[in-house]
């Protein structure tokens, strides 16, 4: 791939609906001008020009409409009431961002990482190259990457970058190679162990006459805590803070003052609205996470920071540590949101003007589904539809409702209960590995499976397209030795230490296992030791139990260590493999029941 990407040698640009952010330091001098304010740009140019920013976040190939709950927004009304807006699908993305980007001349579309990976079958099936086709088509122009972008690995990421068929499946469509992206993937702060070199480019100009922005990418520092250990071999994770102070300076020696930063990581608002005002009662009083500390410590140089990884919908003014006014945005997920920006750029100071806080400020836009859809994207469906049919329509099993999965925000989820079980029936029998029980990381579950039928196949019917994209990275079971003191250690790691004490993750649990959940309690307090159970029988620290759980888990991921203290490993079938056959046993005079969810009693 060039330096310059094929998007930029397009004559065509895009555009969107001007709504000013609050942005750098450098140009606050230049605040009282309003735009186009004739002044030291030039024979016939005005002083300052709006640029429109486009951002997202968090895609995760979802190019179909995504099921069940994840494919709603909630919108507060002005009663204080909320209602749910179907959402998604890239047939609208496509279209809502082609209409926000028309009548602007300036326009950058940017978005901050999770572009791929956990993907759906449709796109998952085929290594991801059916949504890189479509962000293509998008006119994505620059992203970060996320922890997602190294579920395969560091050499299939940059055959995502630079193109090539898959080393062992080969070319998906006859005749065809794959190109690879039109837009940067950015990677500030991951560099090769060896090199000790960043394995992508940090940093991306956009250019267009004389108006200059730079963006600089990062994934969490914590990657490999969330992927899998081969999927980050030979990478090292660098602070985000530091590395984007790094390259603000770099690009200001470049003479590149306009800096946004494209990080994925993100905060947690206190409401889930899309529209709630994160704002009140203060500057950025209703956000919490780690993005605020970041955004209190990136440098002022950077006017704008461009948010994802906890799949929330926000636009916060956190202030730069020079005090002035910055703009934290983050869209959702899944493509259900689109972030509108206006970059208030001087051409005189070449920095972002930063306009006050009263001024219009970034909003967070409703991908709808009542519009037309963008007949490009239609094409692109149909035509990765047809190659993935003979396998995405096959059934697999019935349910009598909807199972609430990923949509689910309750510590145990119908959906997570269904999977344990599922893994505890495959890998129960001696001959399999003895498990006598299983345990499933939240985040492994991507969707919910929904009782309407998503096409053809009829109301009820689970085909395997639904149940790959609920269980979409083909993670190996492993079935390990833990004694029951480090069964209650993994569980106390739910609610502690660095990585899950600020946001708890609770792991689900197969039917037989329970215990009790104290959330008025701090740290590992929280959960009630002599309250953790097997079969009704108290767990003894002492004895030792045979456990299945993915490969993720397994190798210490979500911040649970203790699970790389096992012994005596097994390893079993794919977790997609154990989750389809205990669907295939259920019919539709027999169909699969949600599950109670009753494993886990909290206390709040």
């Known amino acids: 791939?060039?330096?310059?990407?094929?998007?930029?040698?397009?004559?065509?640009?895009?555009?969107?609906?001007?709504?000013?952010?609050?942005?750098?330091?450098?140009?606050?001098?230049?605040?009282?001008?309003?735009?186009?304010?004739?002044?030291?740009?030039?024979?016939?140019?005005?002083?300052?020009?709006?640029?429109?920013?486009?951002?997202?976040?968090?895609?995760?190939?979802?190019?179909?409409?995504?099921?069940?709950?994840?494919?709603?927004?909630?919108?507060?009304?002005?009663?204080?009431?909320?209602?749910?807006?179907?959402?998604?699908?890239?047939?609208?993305?496509?279209?809502?961002?082609?209409?926000?980007?028309?009548?602007?001349?300036?326009?950058?579309?940017?978005?901050?990482?999770?572009?791929?990976?956990?993907?759906?079958?449709?796109?998952g099936l085929f290594h991801d190259e059916p949504s890189i086709e479509a962000l293509n088509k998008l006119g994505l122009d620059v992203t970060s990457v996320g922890n997602h972008e190294f579920d395969e690995g560091k050499a299939e990421l940059r055959r995502m970058a630079y193109g090539g068929c898959h080393p062992v499946e080969g070319c998906f469509e006859p005749g065809k190679e794959f190109t690879g992206s039109e837009f940067k993937f950015l990677a500030a702060n991951v560099t090769d162990e060896k090199t000790k070199r960043p394995m992508m480019n940090p940093t991306f100009i956009w250019k267009k006459g004389d108006v200059k922005i730079g963006f600089i990418g990062v994934t969490l520092e914590g990657t490999p805590d969330v992927v899998t250990a081969e999927g980050v071999k030979g990478l090292k994770f660098g602070d985000e803070i530091e590395t984007i102070n790094k390259y603000a300076a770099e690009l200001n020696k470049q003479g590149v003052k306009s800096i946004v930063a494209l990080i994925h990581e993100g905060g947690l608002p206190a409401n889930g609205a899309y529209n709630y005002d994160c704002n009140v009662p203060g500057a950025g009083a209703g956000i919490s996470g780690a993005i605020v500390d970041i955004a209190k410590n990136v440098d002022a140089k950077v006017d704008a920071l461009v948010t994802g990884h906890t799949h929330q919908a926000y636009a916060c003014n956190i202030p730069d540590p020079a005090g002035n006014p910055r703009m934290v945005t983050s869209a959702a997920s899944y493509g259900r949101l689109f972030t509108d920006t206006t970059l208030t750029y001087d051409r005189q100071t070449k920095d972002i003007v930063r306009t006050p806080v009263s001024s219009p400020k970034p909003v967070n836009k409703v991908v709808t589904r009542d519009q037309p859809k963008a007949a490009d994207m239609t094409e692109l469906i149909k035509r990765w539809s047809e190659l993935a049919a003979p396998i995405a329509n096959r059934p697999q099993g019935f349910i009598s409702a909807d199972i609430s999965g990923r949509g689910s925000e309750a510590p145990e989820k119908p959906l997570g209960d269904l999977i344990a079980d599922a893994q505890l029936e495959a890998l129960a029998p001696a001959d399999k590995g003895g498990a006598q029980l299983a345990i499933m990381n939240p985040g492994g579950i991507r969707a919910d499976l929904a009782y309407k039928a998503s096409g053809a196949e009829g109301d009820g019917v689970v085909t395997y397209g639904e149940s790959y994209t609920v269980q979409p990275f083909n993670n190996m079971m492993n079935i390990v030795d833990l004694t029951g003191a480090q069964l209650i250690t993994a569980l106390q790691q739910q609610v502690s230490g660095t990585v899950n004490g600020p946001n708890p993750k609770i792991l689900q649990v197969s039917k037989g296992f329970t215990y009790t959940l104290d959330m008025t309690k701090a740290g590992a307090d929280r959960i009630v030791v002599d309250s953790v159970r097997l079969n009704g029988a108290a767990i003894d620290p002492a004895k030792t139990y045979r456990v299945a759980m993915n490969e993720f888990l397994a190798g210490g991921g979500d911040g649970f260590t203790v699970l790389k203290e096992h012994k005596n490993k097994l390893v079993g079938a794919p977790d997609l493999d154990c989750f389809n056959a205990y669907l295939g046993k259920s019919t539709a005079a027999n169909p699969i029941v949600p599950p109670a969810a009753d494993r886990i009693t909290v206390i709040k």
């Not at 009282?32 to 016939?44: N, Q, R, T, V, Y």
């Open 1 to 123: 791939m060039s330096a310059t990407p094929q998007r930029h040698r397009r004559t065509r640009r895009l555009t969107f609906t001007a709504l000013a952010v609050t942005a750098g330091a450098g140009a606050m001098v230049a605040a009282a001008l309003p735009a186009g304010a004739a002044s030291g740009g030039g024979a016939g140019k005005s002083r300052t020009v709006d640029v429109q920013m486009l951002s997202f976040n968090d895609f995760h190939g979802t190019l179909e409409p995504p099921q069940g709950s994840s494919g709603n927004v909630t919108e507060r009304q002005a009663d204080g009431t909320t209602k749910a807006i179907p959402a998604g699908g890239v047939e609208y993305l496509a279209t809502s961002l082609r209409e926000a980007r028309k009548g602007h001349e300036y326009s950058v579309t940017a978005t901050a990482g999770d572009m791929i990976g956990g993907s759906p079958m449709l796109s």
